[in-house]
């Protein structure tokens, strides 16, 4: 019997080619999503909504693109501790999944020195540039409650179902 000698080089480096690409994927996703953020709000010709709308989708996309063949495609530790939690995805892959997310979203050091031009000097940090990295609850109550109540419906069914459809006996509430 004869084993193909590519077969074994894939074994043995599929411990590095996941994490590797959980690492590609969030490293695009950012750079495009953060990069549209930043591009707005650091230069002085300021983009508009759908500059951010178009480099968050664009960099969703790509990084789906990059990674899910390989590795699933999970681009966030979150979504990877809720398939170890819910979907049997194994555990002594989630601590290496979640930490190559992490290093690959820290592309904060490109931006840098632009971010200290904008807020007045080297490690000021205010509300002028917060909104690239993070978004911000809504000042209108009213409609934080509608938006959070409808998220929570669409949330539960979501996660309430499996890949087929059928409902599963446990159904998490978002709120």
Known sequence: MMVHRKNINIRKTQWLREPAAEFAGVMILVIFGAGAGCQANLSTN???????????????????????????????????????????????????????????????????????????????????TAGIFSTFAYIIVPVCVQDEFWVAIVATFELGTNSRGQEEHYLLMVC
């Open 46 to 128: 300021t983009g508009d909504p759908a500059t951010f709308a178009f480099g968050w989708a664009v960099g969703l996309s790509l990084a789906v693109w990059i990674s899910a063949g390989i590795s699933g495609g999970h681009v966030n530790p979150a979504v990877t501790l809720s398939l170890a939690i819910f979907r049997g995805f194994p555990w002594r892959k989630a601590p290496v999944y979640m930490i190559a997310q992490l290093l690959g979203g820290i592309i904060y050091a490109n931006y840098f020195h632009a971010i200290d031009i904008v807020e007045g000097g080297r490690g000021i940090r205010t509300l002028a």
